[in-house]
């Protein structure tokens, strides 16, 4: 029986410092093959930095980086073929034609010459890029260009594709193509996504991090990150009936369930209460089972869910919180 393969991403205790200051204070973390992981962050939080070291451009100061089992440090050149970059301000040469410029970076990956050309068809193909394969890249949008960016990413079909804000100034449409393109990689290679366009991160990936001053904050699927954050769930009814006997209801259905707030009933009789509970698992059904069933007239229900932002805005004030509180060395209480 042959050994499992190793991760796709290995992260461990990883430190970089300019200056003495830490850019990347100790984080690690690890990324299965064909996963799609968002990277999160405030503007300064150390979010560009591990990126530049997963690539082998910046050396860290400590810790081990490991892509498909390579040692980022001893076996840069290996690591290099295993990684599909795509920048944030994508470089790309304004006078060569979109074909060119991918026959041109297919042979500086070393693909051979009677597989490239079928290859960047079939990266055309998927980039939806044929109608302009002959088109001078100067002369494109935006939206194509970033597509050229993500096509020559993926051109060589590396294990790793790492994307820095790869839907940044795109319109709606072009988000949506992109978007889709990244779901289809899925499975197949592992990217890792820079983005500051949170609801593209939740619709794209399967894994978050959030960095902040250099350290993971936090990490998991958008689910666990709202139980982490918030811990409790939240209803919204508008409702019609005996109010005051819906405390001892709730009890009844769950004695985690409570009012948090409550409006005065307008012209038709509806109140519209907020209820919240430590249960993560859906209540919806019995809890409208159980009003009808006490014959309150019920116009809406709804479970509300915290969006990334929300989790985004609580994980990073939650690590500025314990850097306040954190004792400042010498002082005495």
């Keep these: 029986m042959s050994a499992p393969l190793p991760p796709a991403i290995e992260v461990v205790h990883l430190v970089k410092s300019y200056a003495g200051a830490a850019a990347v204070a100790d984080i690690s973390f690890t990324v299965a093959r064909g996963e799609i992981i968002g990277f999160l962050g405030p503007n300064g939080a150390g979010k560009s930095t591990p990126m530049r070291i997963l690539t082998g451009y910046l050396p860290a100061n400590s810790g081990t980086v490991r892509i498909c089992g390579h040692s980022v440090a001893a076996e840069t050149d290996v690591v290099k073929r295993l990684i599909g970059y795509m920048p944030e301000n994508n470089p790309l040469p304004e006078d060569m034609r979109v074909s060119e410029y991918l026959y041109f970076r297919g042979r500086l990956k070393e693909i051979p010459r009677r597989k490239l050309g079928p290859r960047i068809d079939e990266v055309l193909e998927l980039c939806d890029l044929k109608r302009v394969r002959h088109k001078i890249i100067g002369q494109l949008s935006k939206g194509y260009r970033q597509r050229v960016g993500i096509a020559e990413a993926i051109l060589a079909e590396p294990p790793v594709i790492i994307m820095d804000e790869p839907t940044i100034g795109l319109d709606p449409h072009q988000i949506l193509i992109v978007r889709d393109l990244i779901a289809s990689l899925r499975g197949r290679m592992t990217v890792i996504i820079s983005s500051h366009i949170l609801p593209e991160i939740e619709m794209t990936c399967d894994r978050v991090l959030i960095i902040n001053r250099g350290r993971v904050v936090a990490q998991g699927t958008p689910a666990e990150l709202r139980r982490e954050m918030f811990g409790r769930s939240t209803y919204k009814i508008e409702a019609a009936g005996n109010v005051a006997e819906l405390?001892?209801?709730?009890?009844?259905?769950?004695?985690?369930?409570?009012?948090?707030?409550?409006?005065?009933?307008?012209?038709?009789?509806?109140?519209?209460?907020t209820?919240?509970?430590e249960r993560a698992d859906e209540l919806g059904e019995p809890l409208l089972r159980g009003l009808l069933e006490k014959n309150f007239r019920v116009r809406a229900l709804s479970r509300k869910y915290p969006t990334l932002e929300d989790v985004f805005l609580a994980a990073t004030r939650r690590s500025w919180d314990a850097v306040a509180a954190a004792p400042v060395p010498g002082n005495l209480k």
């Design 275 to 277: 209820l919240t509970t």
């Design 247 to 273: 405390p001892a209801l709730l009890v009844a259905l769950e004695p985690t369930l409570t009012i948090s707030a409550q409006s005065e009933p307008d012209a038709a009789g509806f109140s519209t209460l």
